[in-house]
């Protein structure tokens, strides 16, 4: 073989590992990537009903319920609300009429099944993705009640 044909087929090696590389650094952050969405999302029907998403905003007073270890609760932005179904324990700080997300999917009866509930330790934390979706459903019910 030629010192030129080694030339390029070293080329060619070295280009088909580095594709190969992206490809499995693409394929890793594509199935780590879990998307925010909030209760109205959720309610025009925007959230995907097969995947792993994560829905946030207030936990709504009075709807915790607890039995054994299965918990409901409601998340809401003030404009929706989103029924969650969660197992297992509660971090100690998730309280009614603060900022929660919770990682999960839809089920079948439109509730929405979490596999994971997440609280920062701050007692003042809201999630920035809950805190934005809250000041766009302010924002919305200013807009619908300046209508005539």
Do not use: W
């Not at 590389?21 to 025009?44: C, D, G, R």
């Not at 709807?63 to 324990?89: C, I, K």
């Not at 979490?114 to 920062?120: G, I, R």
């Amino acid at each position: 073989m030629k010192p030129r044909h080694q030339r390029l087929a070293l080329i060619g090696g070295g280009l088909l590992c580095l594709g190969l590389a992206a490809a499995f650094v693409l394929n890793a952050f594509n199935s780590n990537l879990v998307f925010f969405f909030s209760p109205t999302q959720i309610e025009a029907g925007e959230a995907p009903k097969s995947t792993v998403f994560r829905v946030g905003g207030l936990v709504k007073d009075g709807s915790l319920q607890r039995s054994g270890a299965d918990v409901r609760f409601v998340v809401t932005d003030t404009t929706h609300e989103v029924e969650v179904v969660y197992q297992g324990m509660l971090p100690d700080l998730f309280k009614e009429g603060r900022g929660v997300v919770a990682q999960g999917k839809l089920d079948a009866q439109g509730r929405f099944s979490a596999s994971e509930v997440l609280a920062k330790h701050d007692e003042n934390y809201m999630p920035p993705e809950a805190k934005e979706a809250l000041t766009q459903a302010a924002m919305r019910r200013a807009a619908e009640s300046a209508k005539p």
